[in-house]
């Protein structure tokens, strides 16, 4: 019998948190991962409360039990990287079945996007403080996957990526530009100098509010505190950049109508989102509490779905392998800014900041993620559109 096949009954149940490291080390054949092995992606285990933690609450006990110390990784993202490969969240056993239900509801019946939680994931994320990001990311602060076709480093590469999407736009001098999830501004500066264009920036980040403005004085750019749905007026370009993971699929449809009124009828919107596999019911427990509250990866299924009848999408352009090689230069640089870092933050941050960023970087070199740019225009556009590389 396969595992994923097995069911416990009252008895087994009982004896779940005994059978735990056997559960788990069979789970993780899957994987070719070992607990206390010798390899650099092996687990090793420093408290027996470990096993129990993982098999009664799963992703968000495997990822919590890290941060508390119970155990470490010599090599984390590859560890991730083989985890994912292999699917063990199709493999569950034991109350961890349960609690994933319990998210699969939570998802279907609740929207979690709405107005009144838009503005969580700022204050949550995007707030934890702009030294933070500023430690990791390239000088213009862009927090979103570089273009590394003809990049060496991280600034070239998030420059490559802003010129590409001002490309694909098609952006003209003297064109408005609207940002959606504008975050610290490196987008709406790198368009409004290089570009010639009026740039209008939303988020609901209080701290990238600041920082942006501050940053873009003297550009024709303004920054607005506000949910996209409240947004008025027309603009020749729309861009969104990293934020339609925190849309939510009980809000595509009125994300994309939204784009739509907003969007002059010669108009272009390029789209810039996170991406998974398959379409998923859930998100991970650990991410959902501890990074991105309330996000939501999607998948081309349901972004072809809800663009149908709105849009033609004019080009689809897949570079997820950049986002692993991104996410690994900002752990690099991460690991060595920490030491200013640390007396503010401490050790416990270090290890959940890191524990983010690898296990994102497995997330994309598994292939479970993958980074989707769309450019995509209305039936009433007369100029055939020509992709750009």
């Not at 984390?76 to 292999?86: G, H, N």
């Not at 609690?99 to 994320?125: D, I, K, T, Y």
């Amino acid at each position: 019998m396969h595992l994923e096949e097995r069911t416990l009954s009252r008895n087994e149940a009982g004896c779940e948190a005994a059978d735990a490291p056997r559960i788990l080390e069979q789970l993780l054949e899957y994987a070719d991962i070992r607990f206390n092995g010798t390899r650099p992606w092996d687990i090793q285990v420093h408290r027996p409360d470990v096993y129990r933690r993982i098999l009664t609450h799963w992703s968000l006990g495997f990822g919590e039990s890290y941060i508390d110390g119970g155990w470490d990784c010599a090599q984390l993202d590859e560890m991730f990287t083989r985890l994912l490969a292999a699917d063990l969240d199709e493999r569950v056993v034991g109350s961890a079945r349960w609690r994933l239900a319990f998210a699969v509801l939570r998802h279907s019946f609740l929207n979690l996007q709405s107005r009144q939680r838009a503005f969580q994931v700022g204050e949550r994320h995007y707030d934890a403080g702009n030294d933070v990001f500023e430690s990791m990311l390239d000088s213009r602060m862009i927090y979103s996957c570089g273009y590394w076709t003809q990049a060496d480093d991280l600034e070239s590469a998030q420059a490559a990526k802003l010129d590409l999407i001002c490309r694909k736009l098609q952006l003209q001098p003297g064109e408005t530009l609207l940002d959606i999830g504008c975050g610290w501004g490196g987008l709406a500066a790198f368009a409004a100098e290089h570009y010639g264009v009026q740039v209008t920036g939303i988020t609901v980040s209080k701290e990238q509010l600041a920082l942006a403005s501050e940053r873009c004085k003297g550009l024709p750019v303004q920054f607005l505190l506000q949910d996209y749905r409240a947004l008025q007026g027309r603009f020749d370009k729309i861009v969104s950049v990293g934020m339609f993971e925190h849309v939510g699929p009980k809000n595509y449809g009125v994300y994309f109508d939204t784009v739509r009124r907003l969007l002059k009828p010669e108009g272009l919107f390029l789209l810039h989102t996170i991406g998974s596999h398959i379409t998923t019911s859930t998100t991970d427990a650990w991410i959902d509490r501890y990074v991105f509250p309330n996000g939501k990866i999607p998948s081309a299924a349901e972004i072809g779905h809800m663009i149908e009848g709105r849009f033609l999408i004019e080009d689809w352009h897949n570079f997820g392998a950049d986002y692993d090689r991104t996410l690994m230069a900002w752990i690099a640089k991460f690991e060595h800014n920490w030491p200013t870092l640390a007396p503010r933050y401490g050790e416990r941050f270090r290890r959940m900041w890191l524990y983010y960023l690898k296990c994102s970087a497995g997330f994309f070199r598994s292939r479970q993620g993958q980074l989707w740019q769309l450019v995509l225009g209305g039936r009433e556009r007369k100029d055939i559109y020509r992709s750009v590389r």
